[in-house]
């Protein structure tokens, strides 16, 4: 018992410093919301949204009036929705969730660094780094799935490498979990595609041809029953969400393509440092593997299912957005240096003395590569956090407190609909298309404009609006017959969509009714939002 404990300093150590680090942030976002937990992005809302709609009303959309496929995730909603059910509709579930998936996830990162045999000081170095590097915290407060992705993902690439490097005649009850994980990482994001297709071409290139079948085919059971239930809803078979972040290309008629689209994935990888890293240092540990163990090898294996599945990542989805797209990379990609560059040093024990402090200045060039370039991304993340979560109580929040005051049931047009529809029971008309299938079908075919967007306010019978006027300038700006009363701005704006909002009455009569909706509704604003319009000059 007492030798247990010693070898778990690392994982209480790790610990530690992600539940301060956390609990810091907090304090510091809670003091510039008004003690309100906020999350940075308004995407999370979207999630909760869904999730109040299900468990009050039994509707998978963002209102409770009807389905909307419009989530990246299919089993986040689901596990919120359940929260719901028992304890009622409530903002911190999303954080207690996020905590205790990040707190099991450094649980099975050590786990899997102990099975290994790796030294407690490189452990150590791992689990900081997955709190540091990823940036753990401020995905956390993301109020997303991405630390459960994350989990998930780890646990998968393990269990894959595991199974790719049984010799077909060994028992290996790890090829049991890839069949259960696989359905469960496709639900969690869609992105797991990536990592099943990776999966199944490494079990195909080793002639396990039935098993890669039934791993891809499991993995997309679960998407594919969503889609029927979305095309039977008269919306497409694959979520908005995931429509609209797809940043990959549209078709691959020749070698020439196929060649220029992995050209293009460099690309990007190259204009992010954070990848170019991960990228360099995993083809630095692939090429050290390949010359000590055969190519289906544990450590090579992991390694190459790493690699193909950031080459897919790079090219077909989306990058950045407040770090969150690419935490699970990032979260692997630092359990591998770990778990191979740690077994080159054990290996280099065995060798002379020259060839051993080879080793051990190679791990320690690796760890600073690490931990110089992407802490100081990790530190700028952590700064970032609180002034992303003011800026959405600034702006967002209180888009929702004031419609669900005013117009509680009327039509209302957003561009960004996680916070408005989570807080208020509106009539909502999606401006962009994200929750609204006509207007998607509009954008995607390209009939997109003012005229268009008039056309969809009237037919909802729209009262108001709330856009960035920017977002709108490449269809002609907001619809003539539209009338802009208000603009309400946000300082020190880091994740809002834009610094300015624009309040719009469809009409005269609601013009003078938002005028004097807005004057009501100023003294409750924050400090920090400056306001302009008829209210504030005292024109009516």
């Known amino acids: ?119 407690l000081v490189m452990v150590f170095f791992v689990l900081v780094g997955i709190v540091l590097l990823v940036p753990l915290v401020p995905v956390i407060f993301l109020g997303m799935e991405h630390t459960l992705h994350m989990l998930i993902m780890m646990v998968f690439f393990y269990v894959a490498a595991v199974s790719v490097s049984c010799a077909d005649d060994e028992y290996c009850s790890e090829r049991r979990w890839l069949l259960v994980l696989a359905p469960v990482l496709m ?50 078979a694959i979520p908005n969400s995931v429509l609209g972040h797809a940043s990959g290309p549209s078709n691959a008629r020749s070698l020439f393509s196929v060649l220029g689209y992995l050209v293009r994935a460099f690309t990007r990888i190259a204009n992010n440092n954070h990848l170019f890293i991960i990228s360099a240092v995993s083809l630095f540990l692939y090429v050290l593997s390949i010359r000590r163990w055969r190519w289906f090898d544990f450590q090579p294996a992991m390694i190459s299912l790493f690699l193909i599945t950031l080459v897919l990542h790079t090219q077909l989805a989306e990058l950045g957005m407040f770090y969150r797209y690419e935490a699970y990379l990032m979260g692997v990609s630092v359990l591998i240096v770990g778990l191979t560059a740690a077994e080159f040093g054990e290996r280099g024990k065995e060798n002379e003395a020259r060839q051993r402090w080879l080793h051990y200045v190679a791990i ?153 909706n807005l004057r009501s509704y100023a003294p409750r604003l924050p400090a920090g939002v400056s306001q302009a319009g008829p209210f504030v000059t005292g024109d009516s």
Request: glycine content about 8%; overall charge positive.
């Open 187 to 236: 639900m969690t994001r869609y992105e797991g595609v990536f990592a099943v297709f990776a999966v199944c071409m490494l079990l195909a290139l080793r002639r396990r041809h039935r098993y890669a079948l039934a791993v891809g085919l499991l993995g997309l059971l679960p998407v594919s029953v969503f889609a029927v239930i979305s095309v039977a809803n008269g919306w497409f």
């Open 1 to 119: 018992m007492h030798n247990r404990l010693l070898k778990s300093w690392p994982l209480a150590a790790s610990l530690v410093l992600l539940l301060a680090t956390s609990l810091f942030v907090l304090r510091c976002s809670l003091s510039k919301t008004d003690s309100h937990v906020i999350y940075v992005l308004d995407d999370a809302y979207i999630h909760m949204a869904i999730a109040k709609n299900l468990a009050e009303h039994g509707v998978f959309g963002v209102t409770q009036h009807a389905f909307t496929s419009s989530s990246s995730s299919l089993l986040w909603p689901l596990l919120l929705a359940l929260i719901y059910t028992i304890f009622g509709v409530n903002a911190i579930a999303p954080l207690v969730l996020n905590l205790l998936f990040a707190v099991i996830g450094l649980y099975v990162a050590h786990r899997m660094l102990m099975r290994h045999s790796v030294h």
């Open 364 to 516: 320690a060039a690796l760890v600073s590569l690490f931990v110089l370039p992407l802490g100081t991304r990790g530190v700028r993340a952590l700064q970032q956090t609180p002034t992303a979560a003011a800026n959405i109580y600034e702006q967002q929040y209180q888009m929702g407190m004031f419609v669900r005051e005013y117009y509680t049931g009327r039509g209302v047009g957003t561009n960004d609909v996680g916070v408005v529809n989570y807080l208020a029971d509106i009539r909502h008309l999606d401006l962009l298309g994200l929750t609204n299938i006509k207007v998607a079908r509009a954008r995607m075919f390209g009939e997109f404009g003012k005229n268009t967007v008039a056309s969809f306010g009237r037919d909802f019978d729209l009262r108001i609006a709330i856009i960035y006027d920017h977002w709108f300038h490449g269809w002609g700006g907001a619809p003539s017959e539209w009338t802009k009363v208000c603009e309400w701005t946000i300082s020190n704006n880091v994740v809002c969509g834009g610094a300015t909002v624009s309040f719009y009455a469809t009409d005269s009569l609601g013009a003078s009714n938002l005028v004097e």
